[in-house]
């Protein structure tokens, strides 16, 4: 049993906004599927951190559900800028279950074990927010907390995924970043960046915690191995 993530898959497959248009994402459906399918069992997870659907409402959306759900493999879904198709737990767990949507499932204010370590995180917040932005800061940074407890209450080690970056060149978000200090956590992946911004992205150890970026585009389209 594996873990793997990969972020922001941006699929349009009932809304009129395809990311080929961009450089590097020609066929980019097409490719996440070959390289899925070579490295992700039925017996594996994925996590995918945000960005999912350009969907704006969530009926909208089952196209672009029912491809992820068609790849092997459970999958844990987190909240990304861009998808504003999300609405309450309730709604969004009641929708998957009426398409049969039976792989996949919420990280939100909860944890889910994957074998012997256990999923949390949230959506994050610009690491460069304005002063304006601090309640959404103080929410997500709360959110983050939660999930982690609920993560600690398992007795599974603690690995945390975000959307947003909490660290970014030289800039961190602290309200989030010391959500992961004080919890000791060790091992972040996040999305959110894309292209020539990669070049500044926080790969690797930074005061303690190892930071992965798994953005499709920067990681060739394919789930990056977790554990």
């Known amino acids: 049993m594996a873990l793997f993530a990969l972020a922001d898959l941006h699929l349009s497959l009932s809304a009129d ?14 490719r ?7 490295i992700v069992t039925d017996e594996d997870t994925v996590v995918l951190p945000g960005d999912l659907s350009w969907a704006l409402k969530l009926e909208d959306t089952a196209a672009d559900f029912a491809y992820i759900h068609s790849l092997p493999g459970q999958k844990l879904l987190l909240k990304g800028n861009h998808d504003l198709w999300w609405c309450t737990m309730r709604k969004m767990e009641n929708f998957f279950a009426e398409k049969g949507f039976t792989t996949l499932r919420f990280v939100h204010n909860n944890a889910q074990p994957v074998g012997d370590v256990c999923v949390c995180g949230t959506r994050g917040w610009f690491f460069d927010a304005e002063s304006g932005d601090k309640k959404i800061i ?3 940074a709360g959110r983050l907390e939660t999930s982690i407890r609920a993560a600690e209450e398992t007795g599974l080690e603690p690995v945390a995924f975000l959307h947003y970056p909490p660290v970014y060149d030289d800039r961190v978000c602290e309200e989030i970043f010391q959500v992961l200090v004080r919890h000791e956590i060790r091992r972040v992946y996040y999305g959110h960046v894309h292209g020539p911004a990669a070049i500044k992205a926080v790969n690797g150890l930074y005061e303690g915690i190892r930071f992965q970026l798994v953005s499709c585009d920067c990681v060739q389209f394919t789930p990056v191995l977790v554990r």
């Not at 599927?33 to 070579?38: D, T, V």
């Open 17 to 30: 906004k395809p990311m080929d248009v961009f450089r590097g994402w020609d066929n980019y459906v097409e």
């Open 32 to 38: 996440i599927s070959a390289n899925w399918k070579k």
């Open 138 to 140: 103080l929410r997500e």
